[in-house]
């Protein structure tokens, strides 16, 4: 047998960096020790002892006397003895895994009180209703997590000596209730058959066993595996003296952040509240005090909790939310950490600290999340309005703020309606669900947000929300929905459907009624201004956007993109004055007709290639051929089918029946079984070849025209749907005597290329082959992804992509992130096999995963040139292309 | 400079060992004249050579010269010369590369003839009309082949001659007459400014560089690209001395067969015609002997002829064909080359040379092609009723033999009505066209046959028929197809639409009316079934059956098949007496209803299952479980709407109205895009697993039964579509234990295993994880090549896959054979991982590939334990499995 290992760390034997043993409460705990705060004196039980007891059953040998050394330190230190009725030392049971756990935190407080104590210090400490009440909340407490005890029966004991008082509260419980109430709590334990233990040594042991055994509770478990946290790093427990805010008018409990967390303003924020417990300020009983105003009233304190904090900022280098109690005016700090922050302050606290020098412009990038990004560009509630809705008592419930974004709406309870308002009437509905299911998919994507009463941050809703990045606010408990009625209460109020409600996704939120939302003022953002142009130092990918119009091609470059990575021609085909030409052109019966509608286009298209390529001044622009089956241009085949029926059966208006069976016919013949891989891309391009001979047309037109008026333009002519070189190399050729054509014409040379989409598996296979024909590669993942998965995304989403998400057998949808064991895979292939064929290939992205942070992360490990995502997205792309750069500067070991 | 290469070698210096160097005919010249058979003398100039004229423009240097010294040998030993009028040789150039390319072969005859030659000889002979008709002939051929003059122009005059004459004929016109028609060829070479040189020797050398030229002309190219030949073998020329079978009674010439090529029965088979030379043969103006008669009439040439024919068999150990022509009482050997044979030929010539000891097993299993097996397994005409058709007069015409196997069948010209009697009324319909489109293959696949008049072996309809498996004629110019009548005529005969016809695909020969057809008889074709055993004894791989029946199994193992790969449950729910309960248990409303119909369906389903593991004795039966998505089960939408929108007008039955409109809105709501890529496979499985369920359970209760009977079933249950090894984790664990549950139940343990299909490409790219939960894969190599490509089968092979493959964009239909560097790259990566992870991994396919010899080569190659096909294939396929194994042991080089 070697040496006992050390499971048992005074605070001052430990420091920040050693979370793994000590976890992340311990060694915060140590650290602030080690700068000389007042810190409570305590120490950690290690997680590797811990772990020992989760395995065995047991504590490893040697830990209960090396707990029994170190209460003998704290003891010495703190002047006082556990269990001594003259003197007695309290201590606190606290729970501290590496990580922050918020679901579990486990604690059991005023350990060392029990009958005798209580009854010697009740006389001497001349507060006998703070001792009463102390010796309850820990029978309460340990009854709770020590025993298991259903904290309900102490709660109904507590309730009805309340209801018995004037006030009704827990202030207004007297020394006598609460001896009254602790025996009565005694007697829950006896009718549980659970003992409370006299011996503070035993409270002591049996308070870190549970703490110990909480970590293989569900809710631990659960939160750990939606945290992809690992189940084997256990946690530490911390037992520290007590120290009280509720000893009188010179005692009190507050928290302070170092710097606004809702506006990343310097300066001390936060809330003090005089003789109370950290659980007071929590139950809101009395309104706490401003920080500020504890200047005035207690200066010396403010001056060392003002000291204490800047110290603990410059350490820790981030703005900390810290936690301390004054006792009997004495300051004692009990916690500091990481503050959680809005985005907006995540972004002005990430600048100013690089300005003060503490952190680099590095340091500063990585702050900003990327959702901290798209949440500010996220439209909001303008504040005032939302004031006055408080005001007004329009505030009707509060449930998890599932994902982030401000809506207005109409009510609407069924999905259909959702869809039929939504889409068919562009209203803007707020979809309100008991919980969602695959089934209401549908719905879920024509309404301006989402609205449920139960579910978690895990819940259908919750995924499919974040999903498709609508405001969402799921488990609004308070609120009952009555689908019959077609109605929901919130208390008194009754909402109906067609009544108007407004979610904050952000905060949870709900009201009713309707508050205006404010547009994200993108330029008027200095902070994220200048952290962007801060990420575009740092980043090697560049961003480009997708834009089919002139207007989204300049929002791209408001934007900051720096490029078109997919220019959708055939959205010009749908807009309203267009589309009977590409009918004519479709139906054509004639080579000659075909031809005439064909011509009627080709302006136009110029027109629209001329308007993106000054928008974009000399930035390349990727323009895709048609891509689409040629069925999607026609009425569809049901209609057709149903009106010739009517017409039929009616048999007054045989021209139109003669009409409509003519292009019923049309219609049929073009029909397909999976049209996603039917006739279309390349595959059109090579039967078809009018239009896209049209559409080279256009784009080197449009072009020359612009060249000879001095514009610099760069059209890249992209190939869609290639899967074999032969595809690349018949289009290629045929195209590109189109442009050389356009160009001897006009008498100027354009700068072009000529590419291919990678979106079929077989393309990423052969890519070394269609390298051969290609200057540039742009995968197009959104097909990719439903090839290599055999996902139609239409269909998969609403009927089973959404329950696999949910059941965890896939991890994400794959059309959000980029699956980089499949997807990624042969986009790894193909960027390899490509490259070798030609070193200098340009390869991005196009699909939808260009504007996601995890995707663009594999896109820069596998070394793309760009990523190219909708206009919206570029800023949140610009953030992590940045920290995908600032991640494989760190090396394999990352940053945590 | 180094030493001048030879370029010229005499017959008796080459061998056949220079295939590369002399090219087929003059490496086989050259063998039989080191043979010691009677040879007419000459020499072959060199491949080299002609690559040398091919890429320079002319002769290499030194080539002149050893022409002229190997001349002079051939003159000393025929002793005759060039141009010698007292004694002159003659002598034919002819093309001959190293593989034979029929419609590329060059030959110019009688070489050394010019005006005062042919006066002396022409007097001196005592044949004049012979040799003036020589001098025609070489004025002709010269003409068309070394001046490119038009050969209608030479054709056109002599026509004119013989219409003057009485008979009409070739051999009508005179000594008189030819002398006249020569004066004329001469006027067409003057008339076309082209010179007909008088000098022999020139003569020779303008000759030989036609040949060479040819190499490079219209139908060599064309003929090469088809038969994937290489562009840069280049041809020899062989230069031979003339001999006559048109020089009296003592004269003939000749083609005989070392064996039957109809049969393969042994013994010399062929024709002799006396006083006549080879064209004469061809032209069919006499009615040729059989090779049998000339051993009465001069037993002492049948004698020699024999035994050259022995000894070349025997030398080649192959049937060989053999040109002969005895001139003046002397038989001299012209070519021998393998003879053509038909699949019944091919399989006796394997098998007899082999118990001849002629050649190895190995080689007899080598020579039957996988095309032989499936033409001896293909229906074919009675031959009795054939005949009996020829000598009604009922045959048509005769095109070209596209794909074998014989049908007969009512006539239709348009596919949509092809399809409606084929697919609606069942009836057997030819399908007959001027030529296919992609538009034209919904009615090809209902047809029986295929026949057009335009078009050759690489046609739309050739390439289509092909893949089907149906005989077709293409290319059949005597017939005049009229649309607009609905009628074909051939000569005087005209066939109306619905008229009955009857197409031979095996020799491309067309009837008018009904010949009935033979079914094969497997167990009939004794040599096939010897052949297959051999070749059982070759192959690695095994081959397995899909069978969806009982029958289906039977048959396949009387096939030979070693197991079922395939067993597709869902085709039994599609049953007529079992579609109602399974439209009931989609339909359920509720819970019950589902599981009532579930119920309803477990004794079916057991049934079924028992029935194929009783047929498959104790081998391997691998069942998949429920694949496509449910509305297939369901009423088409379309008529459903149709209906609903009938019964709305009429307002008169408003309970079926009620009745359509809910299934209405059920296949609404199941309804996909994309199916192929929607709610299917394991999906379904996951989402409803009340069907997957209740199939395993019918399995093991099936299989329990019969064990508990003293049989040994052995079932492997087949997951589906699984992209995500969670997918097929969940999957089989909530099937194995409803499997543990009926051998708990049953009280008796079966064997089993669970796998899956590899069939998606996200699938086979995660093998490795996917092989920790199964036992065995089967590539489903239909979908993974749909998803692979981003084909949907039913829409790419009418609408573009056709195209692609007529235009070379794809080599060959990537649905037919197995596409390597695609498909067979994902296949590949999947067989290594899963092995990896599961080293006894059991590997099969399942999808069509299975029967395709070259798929199966690929099989092979990448190491699979068997291959799957439908019962009709397994012959084929164990025939193709053994042609790999042979080919993989004759290492990287092949086979030729």
């Known amino acids: 047998m070697g040496v006992t290992p050390k499971f048992v760390y005074l605070f001052r034997e430990g420091s920040s960096k050693m979370r793994d043993l000590l976890g992340g409460k311990g060694a915060g705990l140590a650290e602030m020790t080690r700068l000389g705060l007042p810190v409570p004196p305590g120490f950690?039980?290690?997680?590797?002892?811990?772990?020992?007891?989760?395995?065995?059953?047991?504590?490893?040998?040697?830990?209960?006397?090396?707990?029994?050394?170190?209460?003998?330190?704290?003891?010495?230190?703190?002047?006082?003895?556990?269990?001594?009725?003259?003197?007695?030392?309290?201590?606190?049971?606290?729970?501290?895994?590496?990580?922050?756990?918020?679901?579990?935190?486990?604690?059991?407080?005023n350990i060392g009180l029990?009958?005798?104590?209580?009854?010697?210090?009740?006389?001497?400490?001349?507060?006998?209703?703070?001792?009463?009440?102390?010796?309850?909340?820990?029978?309460?407490?340990?009854?709770?997590?020590?025993?298991?005890?259903?904290?309900?029966?102490?709660?109904?004991?507590?309730?009805?000596?309340?209801?018995?008082?004037?006030?009704?509260?827990?202030?207004?419980?007297?020394?006598?209730?609460?001896?009254?109430?602790?025996?009565?709590?005694?007697?829950v334990f006896e009718d549980e058959r659970k003992e409370f233990p006299q011996e503070p040594r035993e409270q002591l042991i049996e308070a870190i066993k549970a703490v110990f055994e909480s970590w293989n509770g569900k809710r631990a478990v659960d939160y750990r595996n939606f945290h992809k946290i690992p189940h084997d790093l256990g946690t530490a427990a911390n037992v520290q003296t007590m120290v009280f805010g509720n000893l009188g008018d010179d005692s009190g409990t507050g928290v302070v952040f170092t710097r606004d967390p809702a506006t990343g303003?310097?300066?001390?924020?936060?809330?003090?509240?005089?003789?109370?417990?950290?659980?007071?300020?929590?139950?809101?009983?009395?309104?706490?005090?401003?920080?500020?105003?504890?200047?005035?009233?207690?200066?010396?304190?403010?001056?060392?909790?003002?000291?204490?904090?800047?110290?603990?900022?410059?350490?820790?280098?981030?703005?900390?939310?810290?936690?301390?109690?004054?006792?009997?005016?004495?300051?004692?700090?009990?916690?500091?950490?990481?503050?959680?922050?809005?985005?907006?302050?995540?972004?002005?606290?990430?600048?100013?600290?690089?300005?003060?020098?503490?952190?680099?412009?590095?340091?500063?990038?990585?702050?900003?999340?990327?959702?901290?990004?798209?949440?500010?560009?996220?439209?909001?509630?303008?504040?005032?309005?939302?004031?006055?809705?408080?005001?007004?008592?329009?505030?009707?419930?509060?449930?998890?703020?599932?994902?982030?974004?401000?809506?207005?709406?109409?009510?609407?309870?069924?999905?259909?309606?959702?869809?039929?308002?939504?889409?068919?009437?562009?209203?803007?509905?707020?979809?309100?669900?008991?919980?969602?299911?695959?089934?209401?998919?549908?719905?879920?994507?024509?309404?301006?947000?989402?609205?449920?009463?139960?579910?978690?941050?895990?819940?259908?809703?919750?995924?499919v929300a974040r999903g498709l990045g609508l405001p969402c606010i799921v488990g609004a408990e308070s609120i009952r929905v009555d689908y019959a009625d077609a109605s929901f209460s919130a208390g008194e109020v009754i909402v109906r459907r067609g009544d108007a409600i407004s979610i904050d996704g952000t905060t949870g939120e709900v009201f009713v009624g309707r508050i205006p939302t404010i547009d994200p003022d993108f330029k008027g953002e200095k902070e994220l201004l200048t952290i962007l142009s801060w990420a575009d130092g740092v980043r090697r990918l560049e961003v480009w956007a997708n834009a089919d119009y002139p207007r989204d091609a300049r929002r791209a470059r408001e934007f900051g993109a720096q490029g078109v990575g997919l220019c959708r021609t055939e959205h010009m085909f749908f807009e309203e004055d267009r589309l009977p030409i590409v009918q004519r052109m479709i139906l054509a019966g004639t080579e000659r007709e075909r031809q005439e509608a064909l011509d009627k286009l080709l302006p136009i298209q110029r027109g629209d290639f001329a308007g993106i390529f000054e928008a974009m001044g000399g930035l390349p622009v990727v323009i895709r051929l048609i891509d689409p089956p040629l069925h999607e241009f026609l009425p569809k085949y049901e209609d057709l089918l149903v009106e010739a029926t009517e017409l039929r059966i009616a048999g007054k208006d045989p021209e139109r029946l003669a009409e409509v069976e003519r292009l019923l016919k049309a219609v049929a013949a073009m029909r397909e079984q999976n049209p996603m891989l039917g006739l279309r891309g390349c595959r059109l391009g090579i039967m078809f070849p009018g239009v896209t001979e049209m559409q080279v047309r256009a784009i080197f037109e449009?072009?020359?025209?612009?060249?000879?008026?001095?514009?610099?333009?760069?059209?890249?002519?992209?190939?869609?749907?290639?899967?074999?070189?032969?595809?690349?190399?018949?289009?290629?050729?045929?195209?590109?005597?189109?442009?050389?054509?356009?160009?001897?014409?006009?008498?100027?040379?354009?700068?072009?290329?000529?590419?291919?989409?990678?979106?079929?598996?077989?393309?990423?296979?052969?890519?070394?082959?269609?390298?051969?024909?290609?200057?540039?590669?742009?995968?197009?993942?959104?097909?990719?992804?439903?090839?290599?998965?055999?996902?139609?995304?239409?269909?998969?989403?609403?009927?089973?992509?959404?329950?696999?998400?949910?059941?965890?057998?896939?991890?994400?949808?794959?059309?959000?992130?980029?699956?980089?064991?499949?997807?990624?895979?042969?986009?790894?292939?193909?960027?390899?096999?490509?490259?070798?064929?030609?070193?200098?290939l340009k390869v991005g992205i196009c699909g939808e995963h260009g504007g996601d942070p995890e995707s663009i992360a594999f896109c820069h490990e596998i070394g793309l040139k760009y990523v190219s995502c909708s206009p919206f997205r570029v800023p949140v792309a610009r953030i992590a292309a940045a920290h995908a750069a600032l991640r494989a500067k760190a090396g394999p070991k990352g940053t945590d």
């Not at 590797?48 to 704290?74: D, E, Y």
């Not at 000529?754 to 540039?776: H, Q, S, W």
Request: hydrophobic share 40%.
């Open 702 to 840: 449009a072009a020359a025209d612009l060249k000879r008026a001095g514009e610099s333009p760069h059209p890249e002519i992209m190939i869609p749907l290639v899967g074999h070189v032969n595809e690349l190399r018949v289009e290629r050729e045929s195209l590109e005597r189109v442009a050389k054509q356009v160009m001897t014409e006009k008498g100027v040379k354009v700068d072009y290329k000529f590419g291919t989409m990678i979106e079929v598996p077989r393309g990423a296979l052969t890519a070394g082959e269609i390298a051969k024909y290609a200057e540039f590669f742009s995968f197009g993942t959104n097909d990719l992804t439903q090839m290599t998965f055999g996902y139609s995304r239409d269909d998969a989403e609403g009927k089973f992509l959404m329950a696999y998400v949910e059941r965890g057998i896939l991890p994400v949808n794959p059309f959000q992130v980029l699956d980089r064991a499949g997807v990624g895979e042969l986009m790894r292939v193909a960027v390899e096999r490509g490259r070798k064929t030609r070193p200098d």
């Open 265 to 463: 303003e310097k300066g001390l924020y936060g809330e003090y509240l005089a003789n109370a417990q950290g659980e007071d300020v929590v139950a809101g009983i009395r309104t706490p005090l401003k920080v500020g105003q504890l200047r005035e009233r207690t200066p010396k304190i403010y001056r060392q909790l003002d000291a204490f904090a800047k110290k603990l900022e410059r350490h820790y280098r981030d703005l900390q939310d810290i936690e301390f109690t004054v006792e009997a005016g004495k300051l004692w700090i009990l916690q500091t950490r990481s503050g959680k922050r809005t985005a907006r302050a995540a972004v002005k606290v990430a600048v100013d600290m690089a300005d003060e020098k503490m952190i680099p412009r590095d340091e500063a990038v990585r702050r900003v999340e990327p959702a901290h990004v798209i949440q500010l560009l996220m439209p909001r509630f303008d504040e005032a309005a939302k004031a006055a809705a408080h005001r007004d008592g329009r505030y009707l419930a509060k449930g998890l703020n599932a994902s982030p974004g401000a809506a207005t709406g109409t009510v609407v309870f069924d999905p259909d309606e959702a869809q039929r308002m939504g889409r068919d009437e562009k209203k803007p509905v707020i979809l309100v669900r008991v919980e969602t299911s695959p089934d209401d998919v549908h719905g879920m994507l024509w309404s301006k947000g989402i609205l449920t009463t139960r579910g978690g941050a895990t819940s259908h809703a919750s995924v």
């Open 114 to 187: 029990n009958d005798e104590v209580v009854e010697v210090l009740a006389r001497s400490s001349g507060n006998e209703r703070f001792v009463w009440d102390a010796y309850r909340r820990l029978l309460q407490m340990f009854g709770r997590i020590v025993r298991d005890i259903d904290p309900h029966r102490f709660e109904a004991v507590l309730d009805r000596w309340k209801a018995k008082t004037a006030g009704g509260k827990d202030t207004d419980l007297t020394a006598h209730d609460l001896r009254a109430i602790v025996g009565e709590f005694k007697g």
């Open 44 to 109: 950690t039980i290690t997680t590797a002892a811990c772990n020992h007891f989760s395995s065995r059953g047991r504590f490893p040998p040697g830990l209960t006397s090396q707990i029994a050394a170190a209460l003998k330190r704290v003891e010495a230190q703190s002047k006082r003895r556990l269990g001594d009725p003259k003197n007695p030392l309290l201590v606190s049971v606290r729970s501290g895994a590496k990580f922050s756990m918020p679901g579990m935190m486990d604690t059991v407080l």
